[in-house]
């Protein structure tokens, strides 16, 4: 099942979790998400999710015949004639790929698709055939493989963003509109549910705000279920905690 974001559910009520208000989940999503600011102050994202925003699980990438299978159901693709299809694996897109003419795979990129493993990413870089050749004849996916039960935070994805916005919300007030970029902090749930591996990716423009989200992360080890395959063995996922402004 293809997800965009982290499945949130509530675990062990008894836990002592402080309150927060920041997530992507039902009714306001702007709200959840942004920090409410004055006009002299910039908005301040919060987002933990896979690498990229469509992902696919390993299970139905063993059972993908063609490039639809492999990418998000409202990408709108199902009408276009392909003339070009290659799938590359990242971070060696332009060495480690395989051509195809179709949108149907063929046995090469069946077995290259194989090889990919959680937490990966892919493209599928397509052009598609026009009457009137132009750069927008190309469309590329970027795809994250997620494992078939992703890692969650104990009480939920709310609490955690909230406990992030709370925990940071002095360093943040400091900030000043328009000096404010996209951090990316990267890290990995292990199968005993501890953060390792984690490490800032991109900067907010604030080190002291990049500082205290690090040392924020950090403190939630062994706060997390880990992940676990198609047949509930625990695996690691590598996750992404966006915050600043929005960005790739």
């Not at 395989?98 to 194989?114: A, P, T």
């Not at 509109?177 to 990267?186: E, M, V």
């Not at 403190?219 to 997390?224: A, D, H, I, M, V």
Request: aromatic letters at 10%.
């Amino acid at each position: 099942m293809k997800k965009y974001t982290l499945i949130v559910f509530s675990v062990l009520t008894s836990l002592s979790l402080t309150a927060f208000s920041c997530t992507n989940i039902n009714v306001s999503e702007t709200d959840n998400k942004t920090e409410r600011t004055t006009n002299d102050s910039p908005k301040f994202i919060y987002d933990i999710d896979s690498r990229f925003i469509a992902n696919i699980s390993k299970e139905e990438i063993s059972k993908a015949k063609t490039i639809i299978d492999l990418i998000p159901e409202d990408a709108g693709w199902d009408n276009f004639e392909f003339k070009q299809v290659t799938i590359r694996l990242m971070p060696d897109e332009n060495t480690n790929y395989s051509k195809g003419k179709s949108k149907i795979l063929n046995l090469e990129q069946i077995e290259l698709l194989k090889t990919v493993d959680y937490s990966a990413n892919f493209i599928v870089d397509t052009y598609i055939k026009s009457k009137y050749p132009s750069a927008h004849d190309h469309y590329p996916y970027y795809i994250t493989v997620i494992p078939e039960k992703e890692a969650n935070y104990i009480g939920g994805k709310e609490a955690l963003i909230n406990y992030l916005k709370e925990g940071c919300a002095s360093t943040i007030a400091k900030i000043e509109k328009g000096n404010l970029t996209a951090g990316k902090i990267r890290f990995t749930i292990s199968t005993s549910g501890n953060i390792k591996n984690i490490y800032l990716e991109s900067t907010s423009g604030y080190p002291t705000v990049d500082q205290k989200m690090l040392d924020l992360m950090n403190l939630n080890n062994g706060l997390w279920l880990p992940a676990t395959n198609e047949k509930g063995e625990k695996v690691e996922q590598e996750l992404v905690f966006s915050f600043g402004t929005m960005g790739c």
